[in-house]
């Protein structure tokens, strides 16, 4: 599904059925040793979204499925984001925000401290998917959970303090799976919003998506897995959903604007974390060791 201006998604549609594939990943993931992402929810909604191919690869535990390769570096990102979010509830901060938040169950699953808030912003098809999923299966969130219907390519800040965000408290934000799929300027438009938005004490880590001319290779190397693992199953097609059109230096933007940055290497962490990453491709290989970053606000907003 090629993306046009202005597109929509449910859960297994275009950018949504990567978000549900992402689930299929997290479920998988406690098959590996040692399990990151503790995502007792995960497989749930892939049982109830209606994809064959990735309920199938779940409910089997098919650890060669394009699913179980998903799990292996997603696992390590998802253990990323919980990581920066411990960080940032450890420093105080009881406001957090998902963007794009997707089938994350982080608002379920982590241990916050009381009277913390977690907004969850996305498309209004996937979060009333995930909300009739979590209401039959009789969850309930660890922290206040606060749902914002909203497309992040309007005006989200708007909502997002309707919905009740303070922005004169710090905020711990993250990014993950969503900047490769805005275009640059839009991108570059989120981030001016986010600073906007961010006290000093806020944090925010992030996962950039391709530059110019680094789209076409991720493309093809990951395409030569999935080719290899997927039995015919559907797969997103990055040349379709993703965009690697020009955008400022978000790292750079930042700093100058009273943030300090710090790179990530998820390549790195994948070690830390006693889960070395083996055999991937060469440029995703690179993405997952170039594209993540962590900052935190020390100066006022300007």
């Given amino acids: 599904m090629v993306r046009t201006e202005g597109d929509s998604w449910d859960i297994v549609t275009s950018v949504g059925y990567t978000a549900l594939a992402v689930a299929a990943g997290r479920a998988l993931d406690a098959k590996l040793d040692p399990p990151l992402a503790y995502d007792e ?31 292996q570096w997603v696992g390590v990102r998802t253990r990323f984001f919980d990581n920066f979010f411990a960080d940032a509830a450890g420093a105080g901060v009881r406001q957090h925000v998902i963007l794009a938040a997707g089938l994350d169950s982080r608002a379920y ?11 969850e912003l996305d498309q209004p098809k996937v979060l009333q998917f ?14 206040i959970r606060v ?15 309707e919905a009740g965000f303070d922005a004169g408290q710090p905020t711990g934000w993250i990014l993950e799976g969503l900047l490769p799929y ?5 991108q570059d438009a989120l ?29 093809a190397s990951i395409a030569t897995v999935v080719d290899d693992t997927s039995d015919g199953e559907a797969q997103p097609n990055l040349r379709d959903l993703w965009f690697d059109d020009p955008r400022v230096d978000t790292k750079a933007w930042l700093a100058e604007r009273g943030w300090t940055v710090t790179d990530a290497n998820l390549i790195d962490a994948a070690v830390t974390y006693g889960r070395p990453l083996h055999d991937l491709p060469q440029a995703f290989e690179k993405f997952l060791s170039t ?7 020390d100066h006022p907003r300007g």
Avoid at 109 to 119: D, G, I
Avoid at 131 to 142: F, I, K, M, T, Y
Wanted: aromatic share 8%.
């Fill in 130 to 143: 995930k909300d009739e999923v979590l209401r039959r299966s009789g969850a309930q969130p660890s922290a």
């Fill in 147 to 161: 749902t914002v219907a909203v497309d992040l390519r309007d005006d989200w800040p708007t909502a997002l303090r």
């Fill in 191 to 219: 981030f001016e919003r986010l600073n906007e938005l961010s006290a000093p004490g806020s944090r925010v880590a992030a996962e950039l998506g391709p530059n110019p001319g680094e789209l076409e290779r991720l493309a």
């Fill in 291 to 297: 594209k993540f970053f962590t900052a935190i606000r």
């Fill in 41 to 71: 929810h995960a497989a749930g909604f892939v049982a109830a979204a209606g994809a064959p191919k990735l309920a199938a690869a779940v409910a089997s535990g098919d650890m060669t499925s394009a699913a179980a390769f998903n799990a």
């Fill in 109 to 119: 699953r982590l241990p916050w401290p009381a009277v913390t808030t977690v907004f």
């Fill in 182 to 186: 805005l275009p640059g300027a839009a």
